[in-house]
């Protein structure tokens, strides 16, 4: 028991060491390249090219779909004195759902070997350089593309039996396996000490917002589970329970905190064994595989057919009963944490959905400790009373007495249960690209549903179970004036309103069909401001938004026209930029700042078109030389160099002498801290102004 304490112990403090971290927001490349070659017969030699990848890391294979990731390709500098016998042999990838792109792509994980045969031609040394390009991601996101240079060299052609094998480029297969072992060993360290030592305070502090507000969504579907039929009667039996301590007052509060300690740590170890058990990464690419989303939208349906009365859902009474007893022949603190047990047990027919759900939305913020800490929020909020009912058993006489009311309360949690189930149905259809679920379809169903909950709370339908309702109480009045009222919000949203308070459950709104959003921007355009956005670099972006997307040019354009820089590395396959595009550039605030108050400039980091050859240049800034050819290896470069950092989005806005003039922000879908952002930016730009 000592052991398991000790253990459960060591886990909370290392849910608090991991908040407290500073190792977030570094230049991070979790993927190192070896070079080497055998001669495997006379003037012929086969060249390696070996990757160690980062555990929960891949790269892609050398065949990928388009408008999927950047595929790993291997190119040679053409030259006489050698020539390439075959094509590039890659070790086999695995296809498997990619969440960063939504589809099937071929992954390579571990340690990748690549070959090459080549024939040696010239009598003199040869050198064999070329370029060899990949892209590594996560289940969460991806790094841009990165380009490495690599040089074999290589003995002059021999006569026919004449020359040995020269001792220097001789291959030891079993030393080079156990040089792979050792880089496979020791690059997890090395990455993980520059993690601690290349610290970003931004990103911590998103990161303690995230479990944040895991800890706040537990809260709330704690609250709300508890108006369920499942946990109402667990208090009858907690008060005739602790009625004993009624005259010891400090025995009624050991007793009764003890209690909701007891059911708090309950969940916690649920949320603690799901997080230990599975990992957050493992977690996360179960949250995106439509198998899985498919199979929770049923139970989710399943459970929202039970409270709506087609049947009744229970565990099996033996249960309880059995812990029930052994708690009332037990006594001290142990029956009352076998008390705990048997809430947890009692209750959980009806807050299965809710931790279930919670559990789900909790692994797919990418933190292991996160289902933890939506579970530690959920079991607060249904401690707290019984705990409260525990020390003041007293206190039932003045709760309202079992009846239709509850029926009601368990028939509008099936209609929001099975509105919220669709959610899962539509992460489903968009990570299998069927295309059946359109935000629109989902809009039209959710009106259907909390329209038909409007009618059953004013009395207009009515269900098996439900008693004669002989007046309307001024909740269910309440209650059903917002069931309608939503059902109106909803409405903006078939021609496209981006309907930002539940804008995270529906399809994203490239599913829409109709889009008033664009047009709207174009229509109501400045022409002094379109008078800017003139060069070779400027695109149309998002929402009709004009971007520069050469730093130099924008730069030079934010002089002219006064206006500070708003900075946006992006990517072609990043698909956080395009969820923060679609949920906070849509917002009307948003647009009109970044519109009139910035001159936009969007650097694609993945962009692999070649730099004219006067501009391609060798750079030694992070360490080691690398030869920048394309675009994308410019801004990706500038935005490490400068930034610290190489993940995408990442914002930042600029004053005329390239200076920070507001924190930089990436991944964050809060509108209102954005919104701080670019005002804070933009008043100290004009603060500072010379005009």
């Not at 990103?203 to 039929?229: C, H, M, R």
């Amino acid at each position: 028991m000592k052991t398991k304490t000790n253990a459960f112990l060591s886990t909370v403090f290392l849910l608090f060491l991991f908040i407290a971290s500073n190792s977030y927001g570094q230049v991070y490349n979790p993927v190192s390249w070896d070079f080497s070659h055998q001669e495997i017969s006379e003037n012929r030699y086969e060249l390696r090219f070996t990757a160690t990848i980062d555990e929960t890391w891949s790269i892609y294979g050398m065949d990928i779909e388009p408008g999927g990731s950047v595929p790993t390709s291997i190119s040679f500098i053409e030259q006489d004195s050698y020539k390439l016998i075959g094509n590039v042999n890659s070790p086999d990838a695995e296809v498997k759902f990619d969440p960063n792109f939504n589809m099937e792509l071929a992954m390579i994980s571990g340690v990748a070997k690549f070959t090459q045969v080549v024939e040696v031609l010239s009598a003199a040394n040869v050198v064999v350089e070329g370029e060899l390009v990949y892209m590594s991601c996560d289940p969460t996101s991806c790094l841009p593309p990165d380009y490495v240079d690599f040089e074999f060299k290589l003995p002059g052609r021999k006569e026919d039996g004449a020359i040995e094998p020269v001792a220097d480029i001789s291959f030891d297969e079993e030393a080079v396996t156990e040089q792979e072992e050792i880089i496979a060993e020791e690059k997890p360290e090395k990455a993980e000490e520059k993690k601690e030592s290349e610290q970003s305070y931004i990103a911590k502090e998103q990161e303690q917002g995230s479990l944040a507000w895991e800890f706040v969504k537990g809260l709330l579907w704690g609250l709300l589970a508890l108006l369920t039929p499942c946990v109402f009667p667990m208090i009858p039996l907690t008060v005739s329970y602790f009625l004993r301590n009624a005259g010891n007052r400090a025995k009624a509060v050991r007793d009764a905190l003890f209690y909701g300690g007891s059911i708090m740590f309950s969940y916690v170890v649920i949320g603690m064994a799901v997080s230990i058990l599975f990992g957050a990464d493992t977690l996360n690419m179960l949250a995106t595989s439509p198998g899985f989303n498919i199979f929770f939208f049923l139970l989710l349906a399943f459970f929202a057919a039970s409270f709506l009365g087609a049947f009744e859902l229970q565990l099996p009474s033996g249960w309880s009963n059995k812990l029930d007893s052994k708690a009332e022949k037990s006594g001290g603190l142990i029956g009352v944490f076998l008390m705990g047990i048997v809430f947890v047990l009692v209750s959980f027919s009806c807050t299965g959905p809710f931790v279930g759900t919670l559990l789900v939305e909790a692994a797919t913020g990418g933190s292991v400790f996160a289902p933890a800490m939506g579970m530690l929020g959920f079991s607060f909020a249904l401690a707290i009373p019984f705990t409260l009912f525990a020390i003041f058993p007293t206190a039932l006489k003045s709760l309202p007495k079992s009846g239709g009311w509850m029926n009601a309360v368990k028939v509008v949690l099936g209609f929001i249960v099975l509105a919220f189930s669709l959610k899962f149905l539509s992460t489903a259809d968009a990570v299998a690209q069927w295309g059946i679920i359109s935000r629109e379809f989902v809009i039209v169903v959710w009106m259907a549903i909390f329209f038909l909950m409007g009618l059953y709370l004013i009395g207009k339908i009515k269900f098996a179970h439900d008693s004669d309702l002989k007046y309307l109480s001024v909740t269910r009045l309440f209650i059903a004036i917002a069931s309608f009222a939503f059902v109106f919000y909803l409405l903006p949203g078939l021609w496209g309103a981006p309907l930002t308070t539940v804008s995270s459950f529906l399809p994203s709104m490239t599913s829409q069909s109709f889009d008033v959003s664009k047009s709207t921007v174009v229509s109501v355009a400045d022409d002094d401001i379109n008078k800017i956005y003139v060069g070779k670099s400027v695109k149309e972006g998002p929402h009709g938004l004009m971007a520069f997307t050469d730093y130099n040019e924008g730069l030079d354009a934010a002089r002219r026209a006064g206006k500070p820089v708003f900075l946006d590395f992006t990517g072609l396959g990043c698909s956080n930029c395009r969820r923060m595009e679609a949920s906070v550039w849509s917002n009307p605030e948003v647009m009109k700042r970044l519109r009139n108050n910035f001159i936009k400039i969007s650097l694609f980091v993945d962009d692999r078109t070649f730099l004219p050859e006067e501009e391609q240049f060798v750079s030694n800034a992070l360490g080691s030389e690398r030869r920048i050819r394309r675009i994308g290896q410019k801004w990706s470069l500038l935005q490490a160099e400068r930034y610290g950092t190489n993940t995408q989005p990442y914002y930042v806005i600029l004053n005329h002498d390239e200076e920070i003039i507001a924190p930089p922000r990436s991944y964050d879908t809060n509108i209102d801290k954005y919104i701080e952002f670019l005002d804070y930016g933009y008043n100290n730009f004009m603060a500072n102004s010379p005009d």
